[in-house]
């Protein structure tokens, strides 16, 4: 059975600071690796998506990894602003690319 | 954003009340899917549907049932409502064409009393 956990489970930073949260899971058999992102009481924002057979994706300051050999991923931030504060969650396709695992997020605070 | 609607965005029931919740797409996408988030457990996916009329488990079924009438509905039906079914519950669709990314609605607030 797929485990995603993301650790630290919060985080706060200084306005401009680069950054990085982390995603792990337990079985390298997955389709894709997505990204999102969550307001407070709000719904999911889909940031990236990383197929199986990719290593990173990029959206403006943002860059997802993906190592499946250490059941790995990363979302990078560069040059954080305080509209970036959210929860970061990322989910693994796994036993079929319609079923997300997700993690439980990591809640981004960026202080002005 | 995908065109994903969920009725209604909030409501309060009581014990043993059943409750349907709306998911309508305008994307015209394969799949769709319910989840509930619940603070510790994260999202869970209840229930999905890669078809009309064609659905299938998630990770925590129990006490919920789904239907697909039309590809743009996916209706989620809580039988006899119980206080652990408190919860926030979210569609989401996907599509074959974009690698399954998921596109996610703005959620439902379900209070069971």
Known sequence: KQEVTQIPAALSV????????NCSFTDSAIY???????????????????????????????????????????LYIAASQPGDSATYLCAAASGGSEKLVFGKGTKLTVNP | DAGITQSPRHKVTETGT????????TENH????????????????????????????????????????????????LESATSSQTSVYFCAISGDTTYNEQFFGPGTRLTVL
């Open chain 1, 14 to 21: 200084p306005e401009g600071e680069n950054l990085v949260l």
């Open chain 1, 32 to 74: 894709n690796l997505q990204w999102f992102r969550q307001d407070p009481g709000k719904g999911l924002t889909s940031l990236l998506l990383i197929q199986s057979s990719q290593r990173e994706q990029t959206s403006g300051r943002l860059n997802a990894s993906l190592d499946k050999s250490s059941g790995r991923s990363t």
């Open chain 2, 18 to 25: 059943p409750v349907t919740l709306r998911c309508h797409q």
């Open chain 2, 30 to 77: 394969r799949y769709m899917y319910w989840y509930r988030q619940d603070p510790g457990h994260g999202l869970r996916l209840i229930h999905y549907s890669y078809g009309v009329k064609d659905t299938d488990k998630g990770e925590v079924s129990d006490g919920y049932s789904v239907s697909r009438s039309k590809t743009e509905d996916f209706l989620l039906t």
